[in-house]
């Protein structure tokens, strides 16, 4: 009898570094290894990896998931990586020691370069070549504070110190440096990579005076990323793909409208379109989708900053909560119309508004609030949340039918009900919620040959449940109301300083 065969995915996060064994056939998810990733907030507006706790975990929960493997008799056939995307870091290039903490794409301390940046008027010529915003968010100007704070520009126009997100780091400490790559789904992140080419752009690289000398090479999502050596044996790495893009492959989101959205640390919806760059307005995103082989698919997305973020300050910071679970039974507590809204605009605003001044803000509370109204409000935020891009990318014309949902906050019953309910549309929750690591399972097997053909991973996803809208739509309307006063309320408060 053949051992059966396993694919690992190297899932890194923002909060934890997961490594995924998935059975082969079926791509279902067999076995977690996890370690939470401490964060760090040298000062308001600024979040903080340390690679070194990066590359400890990926290597710890690598190991511990291929022995896994190995005890049920079964054999790795392939590696695939996701990651948190646009949070950056440099190394040496002899030494392989990062030159400082890596900066999280959370992170808003280049605000005012953007702002510059946008005063001098490069803001439509960045949107034009990357399909990208000035924002903080995006790599290329964390990147430019990194090369000049630790006065490494020099040694990187030489290609003696690397930049590079999370994904180019950890390929090349698992390939002991003989791999210096990145995706383009991740490259397209950056807002140095050129949208139609798909590749490092001259006029993006000048802007933000970073060299070509210190990025990595931009190959497919399905391709030769090396090997990585577990039990013994070296073992392909070769699938990678930024965590939404990922999501999308995972939940089978490949022809054009068909629609994803991941509840993670922050929301991040996408569209998939077709094989011509989407320049869309309406402060949506255009992003590349996937690159295989010849075939290659453009997309856009909506990115709302702050989701299960949310319900992590809940239950750490304010302690309403002890489990996140819990919040879907104590939600349901309040009253289906309560007036307790929560704006979680801790890092700023994202989609559709990119306001990178507002910040959080409750608005509607009474000496009768409690700990159900919080948590109603933090759910209802996020769903909130999601109908403003939804409304986005109707302005665009690229509203879908139905949204495929994943992350931690899927598997809760409540938030989906009301987000199918606040969105007017069917929500449609997989048998599994792991699709992000699923996609990149699956481009891993893609390039290893134990798939045939991108269109398989639509045989791979089965449906949990679906949640259709319940809710009349004059209260829709009503509550989207008050939701959108409470937005302009945090964003008023703002603007007065």
Same mark, same amino acid.
């Given at each position: 009898?053949?051992?059966?065969?396993?694919?690992?995915? #190297?899932?890194?996060?923002?909060?934890?570094?997961?490594?995924?064994?998935?059975?082969?056939?079926?791509?279902?998810?067999?076995?977690?290894?996890?370690?939470?990733?401490?964060?760090? =907030?040298?000062?308001?507006?600024?979040?903080?990896?340390?690679?070194?706790?990066?590359?400890?975990?990926?290597?710890?929960?690598?190991?511990?998931?291929?022995?896994?493997?190995?005890?049920?008799?079964?054999?790795?056939?392939?590696?695939?990586?996701?990651?948190?995307?646009?949070?950056?870091?440099?190394?040496?290039?002899?030494?392989?020691?990062?030159?400082?903490?890596?900066?999280?794409?959370?992170?808003?301390?280049?605000?005012?370069?953007?702002?510059?940046?946008?005063?001098?008027?490069?803001?439509?010529?960045?949107?034009?070549?990357?399909? #990208?915003?000035?924002?903080?968010?995006?790599?290329?100007?964390?990147?430019?504070?990194?090369?000049?704070?630790?006065?490494?520009?020099?040694?990187?126009?030489?290609?003696?110190?690397?930049?590079?997100?999370?994904?180019?780091?950890?390929?090349?400490?698992?390939?002991?440096?003989?791999?210096?790559?990145?995706?383009?789904?991740?490259?397209?992140?950056?807002?140095?990579?050129?949208?139609?080419?798909?590749?490092?752009?001259?006029? %993006?690289?000048?802007?933000?005076? +970073?060299?070509?000398?210190?990025?990595?090479?931009?190959?497919?999502?399905?391709?030769?990323?090396?090997?990585?050596?577990?039990?013994?044996?070296?073992?392909?790495?070769?699938?990678?793909?930024?965590?939404?893009?990922?999501?999308?492959?995972?939940?089978?989101?490949?022809?054009?409208?068909?629609?994803?959205?991941?509840?993670?640390?922050?929301?991040?919806?996408?569209?998939?379109?077709?094989?011509?760059?989407?320049?869309?307005?309406?402060?949506?995103?255009?992003?590349?989708? =996937?690159?295989?082989?010849?075939?290659?698919?453009?997309?856009?997305?909506?990115?709302?900053?702050?989701?299960?973020?949310?319900?992590?300050?809940?239950?750490?910071?304010?302690?309403?909560?002890?489990?996140?679970?819990?919040?879907?039974?104590?939600?349901?507590?309040?009253?289906?119309?309560?007036?307790?809204?929560?704006?979680?605009?801790?890092?700023? #605003?994202?989609?559709?508004?990119? /306001?990178?001044?507002?910040?959080?803000?409750?608005?509607?509370?009474?000496?009768?609030?409690?700990?159900?109204?919080?948590?109603?409000?933090?759910?209802?935020? +996020?769903?909130?949340?999601?109908?403003? %891009?939804?409304?986005?990318?109707?302005?665009?014309?690229?509203?879908?039918?139905?949204?495929?949902?994943?992350?931690?906050?899927?598997? /809760?019953?409540?938030?989906?009900?009301?987000?199918?309910?606040? #969105?007017?549309?069917?929500?449609?929750?997989?048998?599994?919620?792991?699709?992000?690591?699923?996609?990149?399972?699956?481009?891993?097997?893609?390039?290893?040959?134990?798939?045939?053909?991108?269109?398989?991973?639509?045989?791979?996803?089965?449906?949990?449940?679906?949640?259709?809208?319940?809710?009349?739509?004059?209260?829709?309307?009503?509550? %989207?109301?008050?939701?959108?006063?409470?937005?302009?309320?945090?964003?008023?408060?703002?603007?007065?300083?």
């Amino acid at each position: 009898m053949a051992a059966e065969k396993y694919i690992i995915a #190297l899932d890194q996060g923002t909060t934890s570094t997961r490594a995924i064994a998935f059975a082969a056939t079926g791509l279902a998810p067999a076995h977690v290894s996890r370690r939470a990733l401490e964060q760090h =907030y040298p000062q308001e507006g600024w979040v903080e990896h340390d690679p070194e706790d990066i590359w400890r975990d990926a290597e710890a929960v690598l190991k511990e998931t291929a022995a896994w493997c190995a005890a049920q008799g079964g054999e790795v056939a392939a590696v695939g990586i996701t990651n948190q995307r646009e949070t950056v870091l440099l190394w040496d290039r002899q030494t392989g020691k990062p030159l400082h903490r890596a900066i999280v794409w959370q992170d808003r301390r280049t605000a005012a370069r953007c702002e510059q940046l946008a005063r001098d008027g490069a803001a439509e010529m960045v949107r034009r070549t990357s399909g #990208l915003v000035l924002d903080p968010y995006f790599s290329a100007t964390k990147i430019a504070w990194l090369l000049e704070q630790t006065g490494a520009a020099e040694k990187a126009a030489a290609g003696e110190v690397l930049a590079g997100t999370i994904d180019s780091f950890l390929i090349w400490r698992l390939t002991k440096g003989e791999v210096f790559a990145t995706d383009v789904t991740n490259a397209s992140r950056t807002q140095l990579c050129g949208l139609a080419a798909m590749d490092w752009d001259e006029e %993006l690289l000048r802007l933000h005076g +970073v060299p070509r000398a210190c990025l990595p090479e931009i190959r497919d999502n399905a391709a030769d990323y090396g090997s990585v050596e577990l039990e013994g044996r070296k073992v392909p790495l070769g699938g990678v793909a930024g965590d939404q893009q990922a999501a999308a492959i995972g939940q089978a989101c490949l022809a054009p409208g068909e629609a994803k959205a991941t509840y993670g640390t922050g929301c991040f919806v996408i569209v998939q379109g077709g094989a011509e760059p989407l320049l869309p307005g309406s402060g949506l995103l255009g992003t590349v989708g =996937y690159r295989v082989g010849d075939r290659r698919a453009y997309a856009a997305e909506g990115s709302i900053f702050i989701a299960g973020a949310a319900v992590q300050w809940l239950r750490d910071r304010l302690g309403v909560v002890d489990d996140a679970a819990a919040t879907a039974a104590l939600a349901a507590e309040a009253p289906e119309d309560s007036p307790v809204f929560l704006v979680p605009a801790f890092t700023g #605003l994202g989609a559709p508004h990119w /306001n990178p001044a507002v910040r959080g803000t409750i608005v509607g509370l009474g000496l009768d609030s409690g700990r159900a109204a919080l948590a109603h409000a933090t759910l209802s935020s +996020v769903a909130c949340q999601s109908h403003d %891009l939804l409304r986005a990318f109707g302005a665009e014309g690229l509203e879908p039918k139905l949204v495929r949902i994943d992350g931690g906050m899927a598997a /809760n019953d409540w938030f989906a009900q009301h987000l199918a309910d606040m #969105l007017a549309l069917e929500v449609s929750r997989p048998s599994h919620i792991e699709t992000t690591a699923a996609g990149a399972a699956f481009l891993a097997g893609l390039q290893a040959g134990v798939y045939a053909a991108l269109d398989d991973a639509r045989g791979l996803r089965v449906e949990d449940r679906g949640f259709a809208p319940a809710l009349a739509a004059e209260r829709r309307a009503a509550r %989207l109301q008050q939701w959108e006063r409470a937005v302009q309320t945090a964003i008023a408060h703002a603007a007065r300083g």
